[in-house]
């Protein structure tokens, strides 16, 4: 029984992470005190189809697997990561100067 529970917790968490990251995300490109203008449009037409793609695929899976939330979620930071790390290297943002190493975790 506590093993199940265990197993239960981590799927809840791995989607929880996932929908958490999807709301900061559409935050981060529509929130104009954010990046919204710092965004080029076509990284920020990137970034909107990548959400609305994972947020349709959490739609039609409400009970997917935990690999498959930390899967979707790991494929939608993939995308957005690197584009949110060169605006903020553009816009004098950690790692301005000599070439940072990427950080996934930015």
Same mark, same amino acid.
């Given at each position: 029984?506590?093993?199940?529970?265990?197993? @239960? $917790?981590?799927? =809840?968490?791995?989607?929880?992470?996932?929908?958490?990251?999807?709301?900061?995300?559409?935050?981060? @490109?529509?929130?104009?005190?954010? +990046?919204?203008?710092?965004?080029?449009? #076509?990284?920020?037409?990137?970034?909107?189809?990548?959400? $609305?793609?994972?947020?349709?695929? +959490?739609?039609?899976?409400?009970?997917?697997?935990? #690999?498959?939330?930390?899967?979707?979620?790991?494929?939608?930071?993939?995308?957005?990561?690197?584009? =949110?790390?060169? @605006?903020? $290297?553009?816009?004098?943002?950690?790692?301005?100067?000599?070439?940072?190493?990427?950080?996934?975790?930015?």
């Amino acid at each position: 029984m506590k093993n199940m529970t265990k197993k @239960v $917790k981590a799927k =809840i968490d791995a989607k929880n992470s996932l929908e958490n990251y999807i709301y900061s995300m559409k935050n981060t @490109v529509e929130d104009k005190e954010k +990046l919204a203008e710092k965004l080029a449009e #076509e990284d920020k037409t990137t970034i909107q189809n990548a959400i $609305k793609e994972h947020q349709e695929w +959490l739609s039609a899976n409400p009970e997917a697997e935990q #690999e498959d939330y930390e899967t979707h979620l790991k494929d939608l930071q993939g995308i957005c990561d690197p584009i =949110i790390a060169k @605006v903020y $290297k553009q816009s004098g943002g950690p790692g301005q100067g000599a070439e940072a190493p990427e950080d996934p975790d930015l």
